[in-house]
């Protein structure tokens, strides 16, 4: 895994550093029942920012919290003190659940060195170490876009992957509602998966503590288990292109490099009348 995961002690030791930049990236569906930014309010990883993947995003579609422009990302992670450069380590209040998300935004957009902190922001309080309530005011800087259109999956080029089989598509919804024995949370939309699609709920990555990811070797694992081809091109879906983005980042965990997401995922997906969907487990 190298340097794409940090432990507390090692935040602890790093976050007074001019160059670290810690974020929280927490995020919660409304079965959670519970509010980020009021959490964040009452306790966060001293100097963190607050990045909330509903506001930083595309204000001109239905679709939630998809990617913002180039302008309007700049503009939001100046805004938080954020540059291309900085070393930036995000976490969320669930361990590893929304982290991954603003991880591949961050990465999308550019930044060259963003990394995860691992057991997120309850292995922080594990540890003992310390939190502050006063939300930071860091000077406005610079973000540098390098937009990496390879990393982002839009509907054509999802449905060209399905027809001609150059990429493979991985959900990571819990497999009652790829199946479409489950009903969507989000309504309006249809219940199934995309023809050929193939299941891995992102709960079964993490290690036996539920906040950890699973070591390299079992993560490439379960992706076979789960019927992928290791050598082949993935794009990565699930409801929103949240959890998505954890099997993303499992994947480059793992030395998976050829890998996109669908920002639209199954919001999207299955919203429409010209999509076509499967039912069953296979």
Not at 91 to 116: E, I, N, Q
Request: charge should be negative; include cysteine.
């Amino acid at each position: 895994m190298g340097t794409m995961l940090v432990s507390p002690k090692w935040l602890n030791e790093h976050f007074a550093d001019e160059k670290v930049k810690v974020i929280d990236a927490s995020w919660y569906l409304p079965a959670h029942a519970r509010d980020a930014k009021a959490e964040y309010g009452a306790g966060h990883i001293p100097g963190a920012v607050y990045f909330d993947i509903d506001r930083i995003a595309d204000p001109d579609t239905d679709l939630p919290h998809m990617l913002p422009s180039h302008e309007g990302f700049a503009e939001a992670a100046g805004k938080l003190g954020l540059s291309e450069k900085d070393t930036i380590i995000v976490y969320d209040g669930m361990g590893c659940f929304s982290a991954p998300r603003v991880w591949w935004t961050l990465k999308t957009f550019g930044a060259t060195d963003v990394r995860l902190l691992e057991g997120g922001l309850p292995a922080w309080r594990a540890a003992g170490l310390p939190l502050e309530t006063e939300t930071p005011s860091p000077p406005k800087t610079t973000f540098n876009v390098r937009f990496d259109r390879d990393a982002v999956a839009d509907l054509e080029r999802v449905r060209n992957a399905i027809a001609n089989k150059n990429a493979q598509v991985v959900d990571a919804r819990p497999a009652p509602r790829f199946s479409g024995e489950a009903a969507e949370p989000r309504p309006g939309l249809k219940s199934g998966h995309m023809p050929g699609s193939f299941n891995l709920p992102f709960g079964a990555l993490f290690a036996e503590d539920g906040k950890s990811l699973a070591e390299p070797g079992t993560i490439r694992r379960l992706f076979e288990q789960a019927g992928v081809d290791w050598h082949r091109p993935i794009i990565t879906s699930c409801g929103s292109g949240v959890t998505a983005a954890v099997l993303s980042f499992a994947l480059a965990t793992a030395g998976k490099r050829d890998v996109a997401l669908y920002d639209g995922s199954w919001a999207e997906w299955g919203g429409r009348t010209d999509t076509p969907i499967e039912r069953g487990s296979e």
